[in-house]
């Protein structure tokens, strides 16, 4: 059993930076952050597998977000930069045990409480 618990998210003017946390505990295979702006699908953002440390982010965000996990404490992270009102929406991390690291949310077992994000214009 995965259990995840975010903290991080709050109000940024456009250009700000924001860096949110997930607590993990038990075994992992994939962790990713997704997000999900009022009436929009929940989309993928950045994920990691978490044996090798591989990255892959979504095109809106590459080169101002950074996934990263810190094994020593059982945590993940996601430090967002240059942050863009489009930016705005719910973000919750998600993981799965066994060997899955794709875009689909619905296939994510684990998820968290989520922690909203809120960019300013």
């Known amino acids: 059993q995965v259990q995840l618990a975010e903290s991080g998210g709050g109000s940024v003017q456009a250009g700000g930076s924001l860096r949110l946390s997930c607590a993990v505990s038990g075994y992992t295979y994939c962790m990713g952050w997704f997000r999900q702006a009022p009436g929009k699908e929940r989309e993928g953002v950045a994920r990691?597998?978490?044996?090798?440390?591989?990255?892959v982010y979504t095109d809106s965000v590459k080169g101002r977000f950074t996934i990263s996990q810190d094994n020593a404490k059982n945590m993940l992270y996601l430090q967002m930069n240059s942050l863009r009102p489009e930016d705005t929406g719910m973000y919750s991390c998600?993981?799965?045990?066994?060997?899955?690291?794709?875009?689909?949310?619905?296939?994510?077992?684990?998820w968290g409480q989520g922690t909203q994000v809120t960019v300013s214009a």
């Open positions: 998600a993981a799965r045990s066994d060997g899955y690291c794709g875009t689909d949310w619905l296939r994510y077992s684990y």
């Open positions: 990691l597998w978490s044996g090798s440390g591989d990255t």
